[in-house]
Structure formats: C-alpha cells, structure tokens
C-alpha cells in the first residue's frame, strides 16, 4: 500500500511528467523512481489513507495522501 500511494500521488505525477517525454509508463521508469527514506509515522499514514482510498474515492483523502508524499520528499503540493 506504500508504494502504491507513493506512485499514485500527485508528487509521482509531477516527476513523470517532468523527467520523462512519455506518457507511458515503463518498467524502467518505475524501477528507477526514487523512493523516500523510511519515515513510520508517514508510512502509516499512508497506508491508512491508500486503505480508504482502495474502498472508496475520496478528494479529501487523495489531497492528504499528496500532502503526506510531498512532505516525504521535501516538497509542498503547492510546488507543482
């Protein structure tokens, strides 16, 4: 659920769209995504909301999901 809420989050997105010319996403891309140092308390976090998510979609949960990876990654959603 980590890696799926880290590579479904906005901050994911606004990487993709400026490291790659592609909309497709390859393996080697995904490979080659840098994942964040571990930090537990975020983790859950997202484990969490990726939880809700998974049941049902929710905009207020996607943007703190955004906001949870962004901050794992130094960066603020308003960034991109």
């Known amino acids: 659920r980590i890696l799926c809420g880290i590579m479904n989050s906005s901050t994911?997105?606004?990487y993709y769209q400026n490291k790659h010319s592609s909309l497709?996403?390859?393996?080697t891309y995904?490979?080659?995504f840098p994942l964040p140092s571990p930090n537990k308390?975020?983790?859950?976090?997202?484990?969490r909301l990726v939880g809700h998510l998974e049941k049902k979609f929710d905009p207020?949960?996607?943007?703190q999901l955004?906001?949870?990876?962004?901050r794992l990654y130094g960066?603020?959603?308003s960034d991109f």
């Open 30 to 32: 995904i490979e080659n």
């Open 41 to 47: 308390i975020a983790f859950q976090k997202i484990e």
């Open 12 to 14: 994911a997105q606004f």
């Open 66 to 70: 955004d906001e949870v990876v962004s």
């Open 60 to 63: 207020k949960m996607q943007a």
């Open 75 to 77: 960066v603020s959603s």
């Open 24 to 27: 497709k996403v390859l393996r």
